[in-house]
C-alpha cells in the first residue's frame, strides 16, 4: 500500500499522485465524504440458492464458512415437481393425493436453522397433482394442478407441519416464494402454452399458495415471487404485480400479499455481458411496481452471475455459474456497487466453494463476499470520481460508515469483461474525515488478487499435466473443480495429487496490510494502489 504521510503540501501530494497515475493504463481517483451519509447498505451477499431441498444436507466445511454472510437458504421447487421433489408417501401413486410426507423437508428446514440462517422456500406443484405431464428441460412437470383445492390442502398441510416442528413465531419469520422463474415457459405453463392461459394459470396458483400461508400464518407472511425477467418469457411478468394490486385473491376475497420481487440476471459470458443489465432488468419491475401503488416491496436476485465460458466435453455452462478466474473476484466487486446504486437488496448466489454451497474450500468469490458483508450496518458515504480508464475497463469504489463501531470500509475494484484482461488499474481515494483530524487511525488493507486464487495454480497444472478441456463435462472455466471435473483419470489426479495444496491456498487469507497514521489538521485521509487485473481493494479504518 502507498500510503502518503499527512501534513505534506497538496501540491507534492498532487505530484506523488500524478507519478503513481502514469504508471498504469487506467486510473481512478475518488473522494469519499465521510461527513455525508445516505442509505444502510445491508447485507447484499445474505442468500444462497439450493437446487433440491430434498436432497441436500450440510457437508465438509473446508474454509469456506458461508455462516458469516448467510441468512437465507433459497429452497428451488421446494414442495414438488417431479417424485424426487415430491412430498408423499407415494409420489407415483395418483389416486391417492392426501399421504402427505414432509420429513425431507422439515429435515432440511432444521439444518438450516442450525446454520444459523432462515429457510426460503419456493413453493411448486407436485407432478400428481396433474393427471396428464409434461416435463420441462429442468427435469419437472411444468402443469399447473387440475385442482387447486387439492394443492391448497397440500400447502396448508406443509405449513401445519412446520409450526407443529419449528412453532409459529419461528415459521412467520421464514420467506416464501411461489415457483422459480414463474413466466419461463421451461418452468411453468398450461398444456397448450398459452401465453394467457399460463399467466392465468400462475396467478390463480400465487392466490391459493397465499390463502394457504395466510389462513396459517396470519396476513404478514413475507412473500413473493421470483421471475426470469432478463429475458422474455412466455407471458409479461409484471401482471403480477397488477393483480396483487389491484385484484382480490381468488380463494379469500381479500387483499393479495406481495413483499417482494425477485428476478434472474445472468450475464452470458465473461466476454459477453447480458444486453438488458442487472440494473436494468430491476427497474423496469419496479417502474411498474411503484405506478400501481406498489412503493414498500423488496428486490433481490434470485439466481444469476454467468451462465458460460468456454467450452468442456458437453457444454459451456459454468458449474455453479461462477469462473475460477479471478475474473471472478471483480466481477462480484461489480455487482456490488450495481446493488448499492439501485436499491437492491441481495443477490443470492449457487455457490462460493468448491462443491457448492456449505461444502468444499472457498473460492476467490468468497473472500469478496467475507468483506461486503462488513457493510451490512454501515450508511452510504457520497463518492465522486475521475477516471481516465482504458477501453473496457471499468474501476469503481463504494464507501460505507458503520456508526455503531465507528468504523470506514472502502473497497475500489479494476474490471473488465474479458478473462484475458492483463492491465492493472492506478486507484487513489481521498477520504474526507473532519472528526478524525489530529488523531490516530489504524488502516487495514486488503487486495484480493491472482496471488491468492488456487486456480491459477491449478491452470499450470493443468497445462503441465495434459489435462485437456473435456476433462470438464461443462465448462473449464469453472473453479468448482471438485463436482466440475468428470473425467476419471483428472479427477485421481486431481484428488490424489493435487487438492490438497489447493485447500492451503485457498484457506490462506489474503494479506493484509495495516498501519497507523495521524491524521492532520485537514482531516484528510490519502490511500493508493495499483490493483492488478481484476483486483480488489478493501480498506477498514477506524481511531485508535
Partial sequence: MNLWKFGVCALAIMAVSSAAMAASPSTAAFHVDATKRGKIIGNKVS?????QAQTWTPQKDEGADLTKFVEHIQFMMASGGNPSRDLFADPNDGAVLDDYQFDSLVRA????????????IKLSVPAKFSKESDVGVF???????DDYDVYYRYIRALTETLIKEFGLDEVKTWGWGVLVEFENCDWFHTKDKSPEK???AFLRLYDESAAALTDVLGDEIFIGAHAMACTEGLWDERDLLDHCAKDKNARTGKPIPIKYFAVSFYDDAPDRPHPLSLAGTVARIRERAESVGLTDLRYGVDEGRILGASK?????????????????????????????????????AWSYSSSGPFAGYPMLAYRVAEKQVLYKNAKLLETTAEKRLAEGVECDAVAGFDEETETLYATAYNFKFDLNYSESADVTLT?????????????????????????CQWLKDKERLGIKDDAFRWSPDSGCLDSGLTDPEARDVYFKSLREGY?????????ETVTSVKVG???AINLAETLPRHAVVFYEIKAK
Fill in 431 to 455: 477520504v474526507d474525515a473532519p472528526f478524525w483530524k489530529n488523531r490516530d487511525v489504524e488502516i487495514k488493507e486488503t487486495v484480493i488478487s491472482d496471488g491468492d486464487n488456487f486456480f
Fill in 109 to 120: 428446514c432444521r439444518d438450516v436453522l442450525k446454520l444459523g440462517a432462515k429457510p426460503f
Fill in 503 to 511: 485447500v492451503k491456498i485457498a484457506n490462506t487469507p489474503p494479506k
Fill in 47 to 51: 442468500t444462497v440458492n439450493l437446487w
Fill in 521 to 523: 489538521e485537514d482531516g
Fill in 198 to 200: 399460463s399467466r392465468d
Fill in 312 to 348: 468442456g466435453q458437453a457444454a459451456t455452462d459454468l458449474v455453479h455459474r461462477i469462473v475460477g478466474q479471478t475474473y471472478q473476484a471483480g466481477y462480484d466487486a461489480r455487482i456490488f456497487k450495481i446493488l448499492i446504486d439501485n436499491d437492491i437488496d441481495y443477490f443470492s
Fill in 139 to 145: 427435469g419437472t412437470d411444468c402443469l399447473p394442478p
